[in-house]
């Protein structure tokens, strides 16, 4: 019997389609063996990540231009120049580190003082206007005796 066109296509569609599923199915399966071997040998994936990166962090180490780089630096912190600037730097820090000490213990005294002259401009307005009450009391009384 002969196929039309469009049968064949669609049989041949069919088949491809049948061959990626069993594909897919056989790598799922292999997948799971080797994921049951690798557990069975006690590797993680976690422990594949830290194996790869300590093998990667052992060439870098080793590398030339690592090693010429670290060369370089170990060279420059034993220079004068890199001595000198760490202790100067270090003596910058000490002495702003106690200028910064010394104006917080100056804003912290002026704080203090202004806590105190509020306090007392506090005292004199109470004092103001008890006086004045007082004062308006007396007149109050004043007038009411002189009626």
Known sequence: SELTVEERENLQ????DDEISTLRQ????KEKHAAE????????PLSNIKQNLSKGWQ????????????ATLD???????????KENLSY?????????????????RR????????FSILIM?????????SNSRTAILAQTSTH
């Open 37 to 44: 071997i690798r557990r069975q040998l006690g590797l993680s």
């Open 92 to 108: 910058a820090g000490q002495v702003t580190s106690s200028a910064l000490s010394s104006v917080g213990v100056a804003i912290t």
């Open 111 to 118: 704080l203090a003082e202004m806590r105190c002259i509020s």
């Open 26 to 29: 056989v790598l799922l399966t």
């Open 59 to 70: 060439e870098v180490q080793t590398s030339s231009p690592y090693l010429t780089a670290s």
């Open 75 to 85: 060279d420059i912190t034993h220079s004068n120049i890199y001595l000198r600037g």
């Open 13 to 16: 569609a069919e088949l491809i």
């Open 125 to 133: 307005k109470i004092n103001f206007y008890l006086q004045l009450g």
